[in-house]
């Protein structure tokens, strides 16, 4: 594979992990102050709404619609173009997250009583009051995810991964020294703090790599900047769908947990944040790191070496995160306990967390394979495939949300209809990709066979291990043995994909 994707994934893996981790530990914290209850349900609720504008001002808008055009300017040696435009998108970003700030405001009451129709009483006051306070927040990581998108495409990845880590940062520190003072409202600050480390943090940064930027071009086009520039906004309006459908999902998913009972929401929420861990560790990082190199083929018009880096990330995803799906299922209980166990999360949230958690697992891979795709059309600079996937995946997630909450499965059915949902987007979006002209040949995938003969010995080795964990009991033992089982299971399927090197190569 390219080196300097290697070197760009290894940069945002290493970054991502610290963040990652410390993101955990925060929500480790969090658990140990507020269980898994109804207070801490009141701040999931509360928390979604400036966490959906985030989704719709944040990430997937500058990655996926602004980014990789400022990317194409700067490559073919329009630098002040890009650097216009670069502008452009802060001047965007500043009105929209203001007018969204002050929409937000008026109907807080109104979209919390959407989201959870199930809160009722003291809870649903603290959801609305929790929401007035959160609507900062939005303002704060609109603009701290627009200097991470314009590092990450300055080359930067490291800056970029590491970044969030002082949002966690922030958020433990607050409730460390003023949970006591404060109560329950020192979640909301707490976040509050976070966003604003997040930010200040890569200012610096942005600057010195802004100004550095030479500009080379000597004839400037401005009728054809404006041209790009409202052209990503055609884009960014289809992200702006994309993620409304994508988060609405959410918005019901939180809706329905409100109706299994009390406690449902913060198992999904507690079980999700593990099972991201992995997959920003090592998805993420390899999507957002293939990200440049392909919007370089698409400006090559390269689309066999295109379909081969698609297929060579698809297959990454599937080595790393299989086997880590296998042992999420094998081990819930333990996982959570080892995570989360302690001060106010007892058994009682121990087993609603858990079992959200075991069909949050299988969400894991199709989440992974849709970073990879989603990226892969953002660089062919059209949205309206994964819209219309993601409208075909809500629909049917919202159908089986309904349908399975009411079964034995209750929060666990809402994980597994998430993870249905997702593995309906893949399979579309891969088959659309024909329209492309990108193809792929069979020796693109001849390292999944070799993948899933790895996987029976080390799935009997983990089947041992959970026999033994039987007969154990306390944190120490659970610890000891999950970790070893851990490291192991690294090692071994590290060994499959150095195995397996020449076949992930990219054929050119």
Same mark, same amino acid.
């Given at each position: ?39 801490? =349900? ?111 495409? $300055?080359?930067? @990845? ?9 949002? $966690? ?34 200012? @610096? ?13 000597? $004839?400037? =086009? ?30 019901? =998913? ?10 449902? +929401? ?8 593990? +099972? ?25 018009? =390269? ?62 891979? @199709? ?14 600079? $059209? ?73 029976? @010995? ?51």
């Amino acid at each position: 594979m390219n080196k300097g994707i290697v070197k760009s994934g290894v940069f945002i893996s290493i970054g991502t992990l610290l963040s990652r981790l410390l993101g955990l530990l925060r929500e480790i914290v969090t658990a140990t102050y507020f269980g898994a209850g109804s207070t801490f =349900d009141s701040f999931v609720v509360a928390f979604t709404i400036p966490n959906l504008f985030r989704r719709v001002l944040g990430e997937e808008m500058f990655e996926r619609a602004f980014m990789p055009r400022f990317k194409r300017l700067k490559e073919q040696g329009k630098t002040a173009s890009a650097k216009r435009f670069f502008l452009k998108i802060v001047f965007f970003t500043f009105l929209a997250s203001i007018l969204a700030c002050f929409l937000i405001y008026l109907f807080i009451p109104h979209l919390i009583h959407f989201i959870a129709p199930g809160l009722s009483g003291i809870s649903y006051n603290y959801a609305v009051s929790f929401a007035y306070k959160l609507v900062p927040f939005l303002f704060l990581i609109s603009f701290a995810t627009l200097l991470g998108a314009f590092l990450l495409f $300055n080359g930067k @990845p490291f800056l970029y991964a590491i970044a969030p880590a002082f949002m $966690n940062v922030g958020t433990i520190l607050f409730l460390v020294f003023f949970y006591k003072k404060l109560g329950e409202v020192s979640i909301v600050y707490a976040y509050l703090t976070g966003a604003l480390l997040f930010l200040l943090i890569q200012v @610096p940064f942005v600057f010195k790599v802004y100004f550095s930027l030479r500009i080379e071009e000597k $004839n400037m =086009d401005v009728a054809d900047e404006n041209r790009e520039f409202k052209s990503s906004l055609f884009e960014g309006v289809k992200i702006f769908f994309l993620s409304i459908v994508n988060k609405s999902v959410e918005i019901v =998913d939180r809706l329905v947990a409100s109706l299994v009972g009390s406690g449902a +929401i913060s198992s999904l929420w507690y079980s999700f944040r593990i +099972i991201h861990l992995p997959f920003a560790f090592f998805s993420l990082a390899i999507s957002r790191a293939l990200a440049p190199e392909f919007s370089k083929l698409k400006g090559n018009k =390269d689309n066999e070496t295109f379909g081969n880096l698609i297929a060579k990330g698809l297959l990454i995803n599937i080595a790393i995160l299989l086997p880590v799906t296998v042992f999420f299922l094998l081990f819930p209980k333990e996982v959570i306990a080892i995570f989360y166990k302690r001060g106010n999360f007892g058994t009682h949230s121990l087993l609603l967390t858990s079992k959200a958690f075991f069909y949050y697992a299988l969400v894991l891979l @199709p989440m992974g394979m849709l970073a990879v795709l989603g990226r892969a059309y953002s660089s062919l600079e $059209n949205n309206t495939y994964p819209l219309i996937a993601s409208v075909i995946g809500a629909i049917l997630n919202i159908i089986l949300d309904f349908a399975l909450y009411k079964t034995s499965l209750k929060q666990g059915g809402i994980a597994l209809a998430t993870a249905i949902s997702m593995l309906a987007q893949v399979v579309i979006l891969f088959i659309m990709l024909s329209k492309f002209d990108i193809k792929f040949k069979r020796n693109d995938f001849s390292g999944f066979y070799g993948i899933l003969l790895a996987l029976i @010995p080390y799935t009997i080795f983990l089947f041992v291990l959970k026999y033994f964990l039987k007969s154990l009991n306390g944190f120490s033992f659970y610890a000891l043995f999950i970790g070893a089982g851990g490291v192991l299971s690294i090692l071994y399927f590290a060994g499959v994909i150095w195995h397996l090197k020449k076949k992930l190569q990219i054929q050119k």
